[in-house]
């Protein structure tokens, strides 16, 4: 027995002045040696090259609450001040109080226990990926060969990430408990940048691609917390709007009434669609908002036009970019092999030989963020048929001036030629190229506002088959130039859409976040909640009058 004591005492004294793992739960003490000095590294813990793996061990506990189970507490009054905010704790009386007394108040609140925390850490692939986008999750399974079945929703991309994460690991030689760079290989240096903004996270200045990933690495548990929070947020608000929409409401209102109320929640309702339909929407609607998903609150909330796009931003962030990214890869999805590699091109990607069409949609995604920008043989992609003559015209090139003249010329022909003649100024340099800019400086900005007003519908159906576009029997000319502008916008800005563009405003809403998904489901409440008692009162009129038909009979 006082063997046992003595043993006890030992090992209870070495766990305490050594870090001993042997009576520890901390998910720290079965990383690798590498993966130790990564997180000091990323938390700018300095450590001697010279280290064991027990001085490493023993420098990441020291640092590991301060860093994973409470952070917080390295905030200062104005962080601490606004979290509690966030979580709806009064901070009025808070103003004059003291930096401890307002670490203890988050500490009340904060987001997970410590046994959460370690818990978390012993299986980072669980939750590491639920910050990405859905345009991030497909490409890091289109570059490890993870094929992803159509059609292509969140949770499917979600598991089929995790599931190659390890294989990933492995083939990249690295470990899996905290991750190396290999987890990032996709994101290009503004996809870092944007996640970082996203989440309210300063980049490191001055910056280099390490930086960027070590930043996200050490804050992806805690942008994974507050997006979990949201969600849930987010989903009870839209549980309790609908609550009270009951199908005897639903079937007491009028046509005019149903309509309201499709309009107030934002609910894409066809041309055309009858009494019966619009009762059917609303259901389809109600059932999606009182689903157990988020996703089906935030396709609701903001409707029919931009659900594929918005159910993905409010499950995934409440970030712009996310609805921008994830119409231009169901658009992306479509594009040919040659227009593929011309997006690639026009932003000075190298495409390597023998690329596969899976290859080419991969890169393009890994960046779609990259506008093309400068002068390319692409700048000439939407110029109309006089602008092309017009631009062989004054290049000073003979052979150029004669095709600009020849009767018959086709816009393709004036576009291969046009192309043809700045590729080679472009290769000569001098006078020749500064000629050729000149002339693409001066096309303005009103004149490419017009732009596909001018083109004939063969040029416009050439055009979209430069994408892998068909066009339906019977279409249209507005309808094409409609849609060649749609191609044209995803070519030339990828994800980085101008302001003044459809696709732009649709992020505008989705940047709003939440709040704005929550402001009009309470509007849709309301209008519920008003109605209520009409749909009651008329119900009641409906009854009388049978019964007054029923006794006039008798």
Not at 14 to 21: E, K, M
Not at 448 to 475: H, N, R
Request: aromatic content about 10%.
């Amino acid at each position: 027995m006082r063997i046992a004591t003595a043993l006890l005492s030992l090992a209870v004294v070495a766990d305490v002045t050594l870090g001993s793992s042997w009576f520890s739960n901390a998910a720290y003490n079965k990383w690798h040696e590498t993966e130790l000095e990564r997180w000091l590294s990323d938390h700018d813990v300095p450590y001697p090259t010279s280290a064991d793996r027990k001085q490493l061990e023993k420098l990441v506990q020291e640092n590991w609450d301060t860093w994973v189970v409470s952070p917080y507490k390295g905030w200062d009054a104005a962080q601490l001040n606004e979290y509690l905010k966030q979580k709806g704790v009064e901070t009025k009386q808070s103003a004059g109080a003291s930096k401890d007394s307002l670490v203890n108040q988050v500490q009340g609140t904060w987001y997970e226990s410590e046994d959460k925390a370690q818990s978390a850490w012993t299986s980072v692939k669980d939750w590491i990926l639920d910050t990405w986008t859905d345009s991030q999750l497909k490409s890091f399974c289109d570059y490890h060969g993870i094929p992803v079945p159509q059609p292509r929703k969140r949770d499917t991309l979600l598991q089929k990430a995790r599931s190659a994460y390890e294989t990933a690991a492995q083939k990249a030689g690295d470990t899996v408990s905290y991750p190396g760079n290999w987890l990032y290989e996709t994101w290009s240096e503004s996809d870092l940048k944007e996640w970082l903004d996203i989440h309210g996270i300063p980049a490191p200045q001055p910056t280099t691609r390490d930086k960027l990933i070590a930043s996200v690495r050490r804050n992806s548990r805690l942008a994974y917390l507050r997006a979990q929070e949201q969600s849930a947020k987010a989903q009870s608000s839209a549980q309790a709007a609908y609550a009270s929409l009951t199908d005897k409401l639903i079937d007491a209102w009028s046509e005019s009434q149903l309509k309201e109320f499709c309009d107030k929640n934002g609910i894409n309702v066809p041309q055309g669609t009858k009494t019966n339909q619009l009762r059917a929407l609303v259901r389809k609607h109600r059932a999606e908002i009182m689903g157990d998903t988020v996703t089906a609150s935030a396709a609701s909330a903001y409707g029919a036009a931009t659900s594929n796009v918005a159910e993905n931003a409010g499950k995934a962030t409440d970030s712009a970019s996310q609805a921008a990214t994830d119409a231009f890869n169901k658009v992306l999805d479509t594009w040919s092999e040659t227009r593929l590699k011309a997006f690639l091109d026009a932003r000075g990607v190298p495409v390597p030989q023998a690329s596969k069409v899976d290859e080419l949609r991969a890169l393009a995604r890994k960046h779609a963020h990259k506008a093309a920008s400068g002068w390319t043989v692409w700048t000439f992609d939407d110029y109309t048929y006089d602008n092309l003559k017009d631009y062989l015209a004054s290049s000073g090139n003979a052979a150029a001036k004669k095709t600009s003249e020849q009767a018959g010329a086709t816009r393709d022909d004036l576009l291969k030629a046009a192309q043809s003649v700045f590729a080679s100024a472009s290769s000569a340099g001098g006078s020749s190229y500064a000629s050729a800019t000149s002339y693409l400086a001066s096309a303005t900005d009103a004149a490419k506002a017009s732009t596909f007003d001018t083109w004939s519908e063969s040029e416009l159906k050439s055009y979209l088959d430069s994408y892998g576009i068909p066009v339906p029997q019977g279409s249209k000319i507005n309808e094409l130039r409609a849609q060649a502008r749609k191609q044209y916008t995803y070519f030339k800005y990828g994800t980085s859409s101008p302001s003044e563009t459809l696709l732009a405003k649709v992020g505008e809403n989705v940047k709003a976040g939440w709040d704005w998904v929550k402001t009009q489901l309470n509007i849709g409440a309301d209008l519920a909640n008003n109605q209520a008692q009409a749909g009651a009162n008329a119900a009641k009129k409906k009854a009388q009058e049978a019964s007054d038909k029923v006794h006039k009979e008798l």
